[in-house]
């Protein structure tokens, strides 16, 4: 059940209450694609950087170690010992990023597997089911994600399939639910949204995918070619069609500057592997702007990586220990970088929250963005 607490302009402030435990909105999901935080991360590591949601991916699980030895095991959250929400995306995205590797059909879509190149078959009741396996908090609907700069006839047939790929995603997750050997009887489905760049075909999806009253709803498609511009107009079109008494899921996005402009227009959750990938190639978000710890200028720098920051990294180490620990190649530098800019993200979701529960999150927001441009060059 989502609550909502409080609104500045479209902005949304929310409490989403699952099996798992409650959910503070705006959150940003630290992604784990294969139950794991790339860079060493440990559940013990996430619980202590404040993360509140999981994200893991249906159709690299399905791959390895499989879905039914995960179900064996007893979910995912005993198989990661994270006792938190989990929200598990379908495989669409993968419809998409394996375009090289797949086929698509109206029952559904053949890949080629990335690791071994044997065929797998996955529609909505194969997604559904893998999800059940998994136990996740929240499955995600299977669908396809079309690229956003695909022709109109085009976007306009693949938003059709995947609203009755959605119809058959809820009827299958109403039957495995009721089953005795589900493990998450609670699980719950989003929606998701699709329509690439154009406004009216994103408008009337949303319209009738808001008829199926799921407990969530997802924008899928955007950050996947278009301008910034073009994501911010489609959410503008977008979101007040989604229903406000629901929460809104932006998928994939993104850098800070997006998430603010994204939770200004009505956006609760966010994910995106930007942290963690930049975090292994050495750059660090701060207030002060991004900062390369590979630039030279770093080598005799014992300041923090940011000052006033909480994270492991910041509170013991210097910017030229971490550039050494990354020059050396050892995993120390890499886990460090990463578990900062997992922290930065998780901290701003939590400011964004404070600013809106104290009805300052506008003015938040040109102050943060002011400060991340001014101090690029400073740091």
């Given at each position: 059940m989502y609550e909502l607490i409080k609104k500045e302009g479209r902005a949304k402030r929310g409490r989403f209450h699952t099996v798992h435990g409650c959910v503070e909105t705006?959150?940003?999901?630290?992604?784990?694609?294969?139950?794991a935080i790339k860079g060493a991360v440990s559940t013990e590591d996430l619980e202590q950087i404040g993360t509140q949601v999981e994200l893991s991916n249906t159709y690299h699980l399905h791959v390895r170690p499989g879905d039914e030895i995960i179900k064996q095991m007893g979910g995912l959250h005993r198989f990661m010992s994270w006792n938190k929400p989990i929200l598990t995306?379908?495989?669409?995205?993968?419809?998409?990023?394996?375009?090289?590797?797949?086929?698509?059909k109206e029952e559904g879509v053949i890949f080629r597997s990335h690791i071994d190149g044997r065929k797998i078959f996955m529609g909505p009741?194969?997604?559904?089911?893998?999800?059940?396996?998994?136990?996740?908090?929240?499955?995600?609907?299977?669908?396809?994600?079309?690229?956003?700069?695909?022709?109109?006839?085009?976007?306009?047939?693949?938003?059709?399939?995947?609203?009755?790929?959605l119809w058959r995603c809820k009827t299958e997750m109403n039957r495995l639910n009721g089953l005795d050997t589900t493990i998450n009887k609670e699980q719950m489905l989003f929606g998701i949204n699709q329509g690439a760049i154009f406004p009216d075909i994103r408008i009337e999806h949303a319209k009738r995918i808001?008829?199926?009253?799921?407990?969530?709803?997802?924008?899928?498609?955007?950050?996947?070619?278009e301008s910034h511009e073009e994501m911010y107009h489609i959410l503008d079109e977008t979101v007040p069609y989604l229903p406000e008494n629901k929460p809104t899921y932006l998928m994939g996005v993104g850098t800070p500057a997006n998430i603010l402009e994204a939770v200004e227009r009505g956006v609760d959750f966010f994910d995106c592997v930007y942290p963690t990938r930049n975090g292994r190639h050495a750059h660090?978000?701060?207030?002060?702007?991004?900062?390369?710890?590979?630039?030279?200028?770093?080598?005799?720098?014992?300041?923090?990586?940011?000052?006033g920051c909480g994270c492991p990294a910041c509170r013991r180490y210097s910017r030229a220990y971490i550039r050494h620990l990354l020059k050396a190649k050892e995993m120390l530098g890499m886990r460090l970088c990463v578990l900062h800019n997992l922290y930065f993200y998780n901290h701003l979701m939590e400011d964004i929250r404070k600013a809106l529960d104290e009805g300052r999150f506008l003015q938040f927001k040109k102050e943060l963005l002011s400060s991340m441009s001014a101090g690029v060059q400073e740091n």
């Open positions: 705006p959150v940003f999901m630290n992604v784990g694609t294969v139950a995306d379908s495989g669409g995205f993968q419809v998409f990023s394996l375009a090289g590797l797949r086929s698509i009741e194969e997604s559904m089911r893998i999800q059940s396996n998994l136990a996740s908090t929240i499955a995600m609907a299977f669908d396809e994600c079309a690229p956003a700069l695909a022709d109109r006839d085009y976007v306009t047939k693949s938003v059709e399939r995947t609203t009755r790929w808001s008829e199926l009253d799921l407990p969530g709803y997802a924008i899928g498609g955007l950050a996947v070619g660090l978000y701060t207030r002060f702007g991004k900062i390369n710890l590979l630039n030279a200028r770093y080598e005799t720098d014992d300041r923090p990586p940011e000052e």
